[in-house]
């Protein structure tokens, strides 16, 4: 569902607050109907960068444009192709929930209200309360109306900022469920998160920001180029003999047994593994199977962090 | 003119659902009307206003009466008294409303989701002022009617309450109380964004009805003579005032200084 046309684009985009720079030359695009991911930790700028594309902040530097229009300048019609949920629902708790979807519906300019209201209370399985004051919903239940209040005009774009935050597991596997199907109907959705497995699961590509960008792709191409792909020998017993077999292939590096394992760091698995299974077992190995050792995404965020927080103390 | 509807209903919808908010719009305009009815039932009864000449009286009575001379001056003047109190209530009443709309926004933390829809600054702040300003103003009139209604029950003299609909009365109730209505609820965002509490919001907002019991003092001490000329002036400067305080109740109301400022 993804289209190669960038819906996203920014260049340079920064945002100072007097002396503070919260987000610096921030240079990426997301593409039509991809769900890219904004991670970094508190503080690294993900907010402020959802609210410039939003158009509530004035960018303090660069360019950006969104659904082809340019934040500063047409702010408004940045404002009708969008959906935002923020940080915090922000809704209005002394009315019901089909008057908080109404109100807002009015804002958007929805003709067609009464449908867009009854399409995403029942999406939400939310219908049957729909009279109910919002102040009487659990955390779940308004995160969801204020999911629904963000779709209600159909934007192009949804921003979702910490979309699962502080929700028990079962709302936020609801959430995370709805965000897939939004997936699928090929919405273009930003979303920033805490939760690593959560973006991993969820996102196309995601970028690791600290006030300015640290590294931006697909969660699996992050994970090969930070760590390369590393290959897992399962054996009936592991020796040093087998290891110095596989040393001595030129695309092969970083090889170690531990117990009844090797691994070894391979440039391209898919094509190569073949030559090494023929060679252990020609070794005399007995496998019992093969497969990757999958790094989290959580190991890949830690090891940018890990790089910055070095990169700190390097320069203090 | 959808959305400022819109925005409107929603206000009434929130804000009367308070308490406090419903208690404040509905006993204050009770009060001022009501009293000056109970003062009126007892003085225009009395005696003591038929022996008074109008050489007891202070020389600006004179022009304030105009031909209605001495007890019924005296009256007239009572009853005029009375009506410069109703100016307090425009002012009032905006303020709570807009004092609880603001404050409550940013406390529930609703302002950015609104910000993020292509509604307006000036959408927003017209809605959120006409909220505060219909029932004001409604309120004013609708108290006066009551109040005049009452004095021509109970003042025996008609010329005294036919004075009542001197084109003096009804430019300061009908134009310099919707005035002041809206000095009320640009004074009330202005100082909503920088509290928390929606109490400590109206408490500075109350300050500014000073000017108003100011007028009613001045003119019971003779420091004022509130007539035509001055209901004019008075006019026209809160016309001048409310397009300065709303320019810079719209400058405070950015979204990108409520979103980074305001806390």
Request: glycine share 8%.
């Given at each position: 569902?993804i289209n190669n046309s960038p819906i996203i684009v920014t260049e340079s985009l920064t945002k ?7 987000v610096?030359q921030l240079t990426l695009s997301v593409q039509r109907g991809e769900?890219f991911?904004l ?10 960068t959802v609210?410039m594309l939003a158009a509530?902040?004035?960018p303090?530097g660069g360019t950006a444009q969104v659904a082809g229009f340019e934040i500063g300048e047409d702010d408004?019609d940045i404002?009708?192709k969008i ?73 192009e774009v949804?921003f ?28 273009t959705i930003i ?13 196309d590509r995601?970028a690791?920001i600290?006030?300015?960008l640290?590294?931006l792709d ?99 | ?263």
């Amino acid at each position: 569902m993804i289209n190669n046309s960038p819906i996203i684009v920014t260049e340079s985009l920064t945002k100072r607050f007097g002396e503070i720079t919260a987000v610096n030359q921030l240079t990426l695009s997301v593409q039509r109907g991809e769900v890219f991911g904004l991670l970094g930790p508190n503080g690294a700028g993900k907010t402020t960068t959802v609210r410039m594309l939003a158009a509530l902040l004035i960018p303090s530097g660069g360019t950006a444009q969104v659904a082809g229009f340019e934040i500063g300048e047409d702010d408004q019609d940045i404002r009708r192709k969008i959906g935002l949920l923020p940080e915090s629902p922000g809704l209005y708790d002394s009315l019901s929930a089909e008057q908080n979807l109404a109100f807002f519906g009015s804002m958007y300019g929805v003709e067609n209200i009464a449908e867009q209201i009854q399409k995403y209370l029942e999406l939400l399985g939310l219908w049957n309360r729909r009279y109910e004051p919002v102040g009487t919903f659990s955390k779940g239940m308004r995160q969801k109306l204020a999911i629904a209040r963000a779709l209600l005009h159909e934007p192009e774009v949804l921003f979702l900022d910490e979309p699962t935050s502080g929700l028990d597991p079962q709302a936020s596997k609801l959430v995370r469920e709805f965000i897939e199907d939004l997936r699928g109907e090929g919405r273009t959705i930003i979303l920033t998160t805490h939760n690593l497995e959560e973006a991993d699961r969820l996102c196309d590509r995601v970028a690791v920001i600290s006030g300015h960008l640290l590294a931006l792709d697909a969660p699996g191409e992050l994970r090969r180029k930070i760590f390369g792909r590393k290959v897992v020998f399962h054996l009936q017993e592991a020796n040093q003999a087998l290891v110095g077999t596989l040393e001595k292939f030129p695309f092969v590096s970083e090889v170690q047994a531990v117990d009844n394992k090797i691994l070894a760091a391979v440039e391209n698995p898919e094509e190569q593994n073949p030559e090494l299974i023929r060679a252990l077992v020609n070794g005399g190995a007995e496998l019992q199977f093969v497969g990757e050792l999958r790094r989290r995404l959580e190991d890949v965020y830690l090891e940018l962090m890990g790089a910055v927080e070095d990169n700190n103390h390097g320069k203090n | 003119m959808e959305r400022i509807k819109a925005i409107i209903i929603k206000e009434w919808r929130e804000v009367f659902k308070n308490k406090f908010v419903l208690f404040t719009v509905s006993f204050l305009p009770l009060m001022i009307t009501i009293l000056p009815l109970f003062v009126l039932y007892f003085a225009g009864g009395s005696d003591d206003f038929a022996s008074i000449s109008a050489a007891d009286l202070p020389p600006q009575f004179e022009q304030l009466c105009g031909d209605v001379i001495g007890g019924d001056c005296m009256l007239y003047y009572i009853v005029t008294q009375f009506i410069l109190l109703f100016m307090m209530v425009p002012v009032i009443i905006p303020m709570t409303i807009a004092s609880y709309s603001i404050v409550g926004e940013k406390t529930t933390r609703t302002l950015e989701p609104l910000l993020a829809t292509p509604v307006t600054t000036v959408e927003i702040l017209v809605g959120k002022g006409l909220a505060g300003v219909i029932p004001a103003v409604l309120t004013t009139w609708i108290g006066y009617l009551v109040y005049a209604a009452g004095a021509y029950l109970m003042v025996s003299n008609t010329a005294v309450v036919s004075k009542l609909f001197d084109p003096l009365w009804m430019m300061a109730i009908f134009l310099v109380g919707p005035l002041l209505s809206l000095m009320g609820v640009s004074i009330a965002v202005m100082i909503s964004s920088r509290v928390n509490d929606p109490r400590v919001a109206e408490q500075i907002s109350g300050i500014f009805v000073l000017p108003v019991v100011g007028l009613f003092i001045g003119q019971m001490t003779g420091m004022i003579l509130v007539n035509e000329t001055f209901i004019l002036w008075l006019a026209a400067a809160l016309l001048v005032l409310d397009i300065v305080l709303f320019y810079f109740a719209v400058q405070v109301f950015q979204r990108e200084t409520i979103l980074s400022r305001w806390k």
